[in-house]
Each structure stands twice: as C-alpha cells, then as structure tokens.
C-alpha cells in the first residue's frame, strides 16, 4: 500500500509494516505523482529478463538492490481527500490508470487488466509460466482482506522429492517435510512442503522415518537442530507452484510415490 499525502509517501506492508526504507525508488515515484493526496493498493515485483515476476530475484533486490523493485498499483482507496472505495472497481482503476505516468522506467506501473474468457487467460498465463491470475467483479466495492469478489487461481503441479527429513514450521507448528531432487547424482536441496496426508499415511511415513533414521542430514550444510533426519531413499508426492527458479512455494505433500 502506498500512502501519498502533500509531497510525501510512504510503503506499508498488508501486515502494517512501514517499508518506505526498503521501497526507496518507489517512494521517490510516489511523490512525483500529480495529486495532493492518494492511496494505491498494489505489490511490489521484481522482473526477469521476460518481464515475469521472479520471487527469487525480489528477496535478493530487497537485501541489496532495491532499484530494481516495481510497485504495480491495481487499485485506488483515496484520491485528493475523497474516498473512493464505495465506487465501483472500473470507476476506481480508471481513476488509477489516469494517475499514474505511462513511462516504462517507472517504479510505479499500471497492472493492466484483460477481459474476457477466464479460463482461456488462465492456460495462457501457465503456458506463459506465471504464477496465476486474479479475477475480480469490475462493479465490486473495495474490502480489504478475502473477499467473495476476487479470486486469486494458482497455477500447481506435482512432483516427486526425496525426503531429508521432517521438521515443525515456526509460526504455526504444524510439520513439514524438508526435500531435496537428485542432479547427475548430487543432492539439491529443494525447500520444505507442509504434510497433508492422511491418518493412515501419517502412520506410514512415520514407520518409514524410524527405519530410516540418521543422525545428520544428507545434505552437509543444512542446519536444524529441530529436524529429523532420515536417509534420502523415500520419494514423496509434492503439490507446489508449477513455476520458479529456487526453492518450493506453497508446496503441500500428497503422498508417498
């Protein structure tokens, strides 16, 4: 979220988060924008050479390269002291559209908006290799938080991991299993899935990890005091994003392979 107000701006993270620190270009952008006062609703990108966005890539520009972080804006709250979240979706961005520079080096970008065959868009964007689209109601108010008015699609597949070991997530306890893929014989760490499984196949996977048990991971820089660690002979079944370049996102294990 972008706060502008008489010449000054600031970032704030969904949480609250005052990043104006971090978000120095788009601060810079904010304030240049011709308007008294306004509020942007939008996420901040980084883009590969594609110009898709790259998760990856944006956790390294916030640690040091903050010059290539893009604030595309998708929606307008306030503009010059009136609040315009009662108006309609299509009046709100186009407002939006107005107000932000049409320039391709700027911080701020318009998120453009394509209309039609949602499906249809969605298989584009997964032949494209993006992460999925948002559908939104163009009569809908704006509601911060979920809403029955937009809808965020994903774009998943499955895949195979060799099991590392099981460890518990930090901010909900709930257990993860940690994952490596196997490359011309080396061990590649791929990133943690939450598991999903069943009560039988609970019981299962935890007979297989006392069989497999060990005292060190397999791959020798991983560092978990709190991880179980089993041998790299277990394949499980992965459910995640079906795109990116690092580790696993939003993955869930489905199952033993």
Not at 51 to 68: K, M, N
Not at 84 to 93: A, D, F, G, S, Y
Not at 208 to 217: F, I
Request: proline share 3%; net charge positive.
């Amino acid at each position: 979220m972008l706060v502008v107000e008489r010449g000054t701006a600031r970032a704030y993270t969904r949480n609250g988060h005052d990043w104006s620190d971090r978000y120095p270009g788009i601060i810079a952008a904010a304030r240049k924008l011709p308007c008294r006062s306004a509020i942007l609703d939008g996420e901040v990108i980084v883009q590969d050479a594609r110009g898709v966005s790259d998760f990856e890539a944006l956790q390294a520009a916030l640690r040091s390269q903050p010059a290539q972080l893009i604030f595309y804006a998708f929606d307008l709250l306030h503009l010059d002291g009136k609040d315009l979240r009662e108006k309609p979706l299509i009046e709100r961005r186009t407002k939006l559209k107005r107000l932000i520079e049409q320039d391709p080096d700027n911080r701020i970008q318009f998120s453009e908006e394509f209309i039609g065959d949602a499906a249809a868009f969605f298989h584009a964007c997964a032949a494209h290799e993006l992460e999925g689209i948002v559908s939104k109601l163009a009569t809908s108010r704006y509601r911060s938080g979920r809403s029955k008015t937009w809808l965020k699609t994903k774009c998943f597949t499955e895949s195979e991991f060799l099991l590392l070991g099981i460890d518990r997530d930090r901010k909900t306890d709930a257990p993860r299993a940690l994952l490596a893929k196997a490359e011309r014989g080396n061990l590649i760490y791929a990133g943690a899935a939450f598991i999903g499984l069943r009560a039988e196949e609970r019981e299962e996977l935890q007979a297989r990890l006392r069989a497999l048990a060990v005292e060190q991971p397999s791959i020798s820089w991983l560092r978990n005091r709190e991880a179980r660690w089993v041998k790299p002979k277990l394949s499980l079944k992965v459910r995640h994003l079906a795109f990116g370049n690092g580790l696993l996102r939003h993955a869930t294990v489905r199952g033993l392979a």
